[in-house]
């Protein structure tokens, strides 16, 4: 079974690259934002949990996160391996990964952050932003404020993967072919 990480900065091409890789690999892909969003929209208890802290504008606690996380993984136990979209952002949360998977018989096998400047970042999240309706990319002030979370909480995974030697870093710049060529070597080569 193979189970991939992969994270970067918002407008890295996460979700773009993701489609692609569990095509390829026949992964089940876990984006945090669709189970969040499932989750409320069916008001299932976890996302009743969750919408109190949501509507008190705090974040959702790692417990809750990690619930609905290993619902879904629970929902495929025949898959041939995951895509973790968004999960883990926190140091807490890779270690709540790290400890739920080998109760399933198996591990992370890989993170791969999507890499690029945040200029170049900033600009792809403003363009997209024209069209998706998503009005936290349209906003530059909080597009740079979601840079500054990562930076804090997220970017430390890549100190606690490095020491598991499951770090890979891919350039994230390129057309959408080369990113995914960059992507498919490194996963060919675990």
């Keep these: 079974m193979i189970n991939i990480v992969l994270f970067g900065k918002p407008g890295a091409g996460k979700g773009t690259q993701a489609e692609f890789l569990k095509e390829k690999y026949k992964l089940t892909h876990l984006s945090t934002g669709d189970i969040f969003r499932f989750n409320l929209k069916n008001d299932t208890d976890l996302g009743k949990k969750a919408r109190v802290f949501m509507d008190n504008g705090e974040l959702v606690p790692c417990e809750?996160?990690?619930?609905?996380?290993?619902?879904?993984?629970?929902?495929?136990?025949?898959?041939?391996?995951?895509?973790?979209?968004?999960?883990?952002?926190?140091?807490?949360?890779?270690?709540?990964?790290?400890?739920?998977?080998?109760?399933?018989?198996?591990?992370?096998?890989?993170?791969?952050?999507?890499?690029?400047?945040?200029?170049?970042?900033?600009?792809?999240?403003?363009?997209?932003?024209?069209?998706?309706?998503?009005?936290?990319?349209?906003?530059?002030?909080?597009?740079?404020?979601?840079?500054?979370?990562?930076?804090?909480?997220?970017?430390?995974?890549?100190?606690?993967?490095k020491e598991q030697n499951k770090f890979h870093a891919v350039n994230g710049i390129g057309t959408i072919e080369e990113i995914t060529e960059r992507l498919t070597s490194v996963i060919d080569n675990l």
């Design 64 to 161: 809750v996160t990690t619930a609905m996380l290993i619902d879904e993984v629970n929902k495929n136990p025949n898959t041939q391996g995951f895509l973790f979209d968004g999960y883990p952002r926190t140091l807490d949360q890779a270690e709540a990964l790290d400890k739920f998977l080998p109760t399933i018989g198996t591990s992370v096998t890989a993170t791969i952050a999507l890499e690029a400047d945040d200029e170049i970042l900033v600009a792809r999240l403003l363009e997209r932003g024209k069209t998706s309706g998503r009005v936290d990319d349209q906003d530059e002030e909080k597009i740079r404020v979601r840079y500054q979370e990562y930076n804090e909480k997220t970017a430390p995974l890549i100190g606690y993967y």
